[in-house]
């Protein structure tokens, strides 16, 4: 979906025409300039006000912006974008993509997850990809040259530990920790652990059964909590933390054209 805004002109220090990336997830917003191909700045909040959006952006000369979101998009990003920025495009399942999208029900697929597979479509062009993606929910993609092939979708770090607490009637809210012990010698070590250590087991179990069907397959892990267990991680990876927002960037010069 794109909105053009014409009759609006916009003047400022800036020559390089640049490209605004909005990347609205669950739990925070991320946005990004590029200059072309190239992140200029990024900035991320869990809930930015119009005013600090207007600060943020006054510097850049931003002629296209992107929005990606897998949540209702707030008003205020639409109005202050719509006024600003002369061509915007919403990212939806009806959008031009780069590449094929294999999933039965495209309508239901993450904007973020199809953004990654552009992304790694466009370093990665001929190569089989697992993309992990530790976020709220982690997410597990498969992409084969120019083709989504799908995926699966897992509880995230935070909310393995919520879970543990509310449905249950003893067991307290852990917050996640880099010091883990085997075995627990106490009910907060146990659930640490156990967290922490389990999705480093899924996680490298997914890379093993991957790579055994594609040996040459590249293994991106990107998402909030990626830094957090890309050292834990046994097998070879590829860590990238902006591939979302490359994708997106990639996606909206693709359907500017």
Same mark, same amino acid.
């Given at each position: 979906?794109?909105?053009?805004?014409?009759?609006?002109?916009?003047?400022?220090?800036?020559?390089?025409?640049?490209?605004?990336?909005?990347?609205?997830?669950?739990?925070?917003?991320?946005?990004?300039?590029?200059?072309?191909?190239?992140?200029?700045?990024?900035?991320?909040?869990?809930?930015?006000?119009?005013?600090?959006?207007?600060?943020?952006?006054?510097?850049?000369?931003?002629?296209?912006?992107?929005?990606?979101?897998?949540?209702?998009?707030?008003?205020?990003?639409?109005?202050?974008?719509?006024?600003?920025?002369?061509?915007?495009?919403?990212?939806?399942?009806?959008?031009?993509?780069?590449?094929?999208?294999?999933?039965?029900?495209?309508?239901?697929?993450?904007?973020?997850?199809?953004?990654?597979?552009?992304?790694?479509?466009? %370093?990665? /062009? +001929? =190569? &089989? $990809?697992?993309?992990?993606?530790?976020? !709220? @929910?982690?997410?597990?993609?498969?992409?084969?040259?120019?083709?989504?092939?799908?995926?699966?979708?897992?509880?995230?770090?935070?909310?393995?530990?919520?879970?543990?607490?509310?449905?249950?009637?003893?067991?307290?809210? %852990?917050? /996640? +920790? =880099? &010091? $883990?012990?085997?075995?627990?010698?106490? !009910? @907060?070590?146990?659930?640490?652990?156990?967290?922490?250590?389990?999705?480093?087991?899924?996680?490298?179990?997914?890379?093993?059964?991957?790579?055994?069907?594609?040996?040459?397959?590249?293994?991106?892990?990107?998402?909030?909590?990626?830094?957090?267990?890309?050292?834990?991680?046994?097998?070879?990876?590829?860590?990238?933390?902006?591939?979302?927002?490359?994708?997106?960037?990639?996606?909206?010069?693709?359907?500017?054209?």
């Amino acid at each position: 979906m794109i909105f053009a805004v014409t009759g609006f002109s916009l003047t400022l220090p800036f020559k390089s025409i640049m490209n605004l990336i909005f990347d609205i997830g669950n739990s925070s917003t991320k946005l990004a300039v590029f200059d072309e191909e190239n992140i200029v700045s990024v900035f991320r909040s869990k809930k930015f006000t119009g005013e600090q959006l207007g600060k943020k952006l006054s510097a850049f000369n931003i002629t296209k912006a992107i929005i990606s979101s897998v949540k209702e998009i707030p008003e205020i990003i639409i109005e202050l974008l719509g006024v600003n920025i002369p061509l915007i495009h919403i990212l939806t399942p009806q959008s031009r993509l780069p590449i094929n999208n294999g999933y039965e029900t495209p309508e239901t697929l993450g904007t973020d997850r199809i953004a990654a597979a552009a992304g790694a479509y466009k %370093i990665y /062009p +001929d =190569s &089989e $990809v697992l993309i992990i993606d530790a976020g !709220t @929910a982690i997410t597990y993609d498969f992409l084969s040259g120019n083709n989504y092939k799908g995926g699966n979708i897992s509880p995230g770090l935070n909310m393995r530990f919520r879970a543990l607490n509310k449905f249950t009637s003893k067991l307290p809210l %852990i917050k /996640p +920790d =880099s &010091e $883990v012990s085997f075995p627990g010698r106490n !009910t @907060a070590d146990a659930i640490r652990t156990g967290v922490i250590t389990g999705m480093v087991y899924e996680i490298n179990e997914y890379i093993r059964t991957f790579e055994k069907i594609h040996p040459d397959a590249k293994v991106i892990l990107t998402g909030g909590d990626g830094l957090f267990f890309k050292d834990k991680i046994g097998k070879q990876i590829i860590y990238m933390p902006d591939i979302v927002m490359d994708g997106l960037n990639f996606i909206l010069e693709y359907n500017a054209k």
